[in-house]
């Protein structure tokens, strides 16, 4: 059994529309696959609930199976003004900033297997 990292990553770039992406880290993260479904809300403002919900399936594209699957959150910086959110839009930036510690996800994965 291996053990792998996933980070998950969001940018909010404008009203209504955002580029989400997910990337593993560490010694198998060419083994495993995350696929983003749902992002919510996606734009996050300081008035909000304080919470973001993703929705995603993650899969072992390896012949080993993999456990101990971690995860975390990383947002970019705020953006406080619309020239900042135009620019944004224009050329998305690396999310580079820790929101979450790493969480476990259930379960181990067999080769080829999802969830």
């Known amino acids: 059994m291996f ?3 996933l980070a ?3 940018t909010a770039v404008g009203v209504g529309a ?3 992406q997910a ?3 560490g010694a198998y993260s060419s083994r495993l696959a995350f696929r983003l479904a749902e992002l919510n809300p ?3 403002t300081a008035d909000g609930s304080g919470s973001v919900t993703l929705v995603g399936r993650y899969t072992n594209t390896g012949q080993n199976p993999i456990d101990d699957i971690e995860f975390r959150f990383q947002r970019g910086p705020a953006l406080t003004t619309s020239a900042a959110a135009r620019s ?3 050329k998305p930036s690396q999310p ?4 979450t510690g790493f969480r476990p996800l259930p379960g181990a994965l067999e080769a080829g297997d999802s969830t």
């Not at 580079?96 to 929101?99: Q, T």
């Open 88 to 90: 944004e839009v224009k």
């Open 3 to 5: 053990a792998a990292i």
């Open 8 to 10: 998950l990553a969001a």
């Open 18 to 20: 955002s580029t989400a």
């Open 96 to 99: 580079s900033e820790v929101v």
């Open 42 to 44: 996606v734009v996050v």
């Open 23 to 25: 990337e593993t880290t």
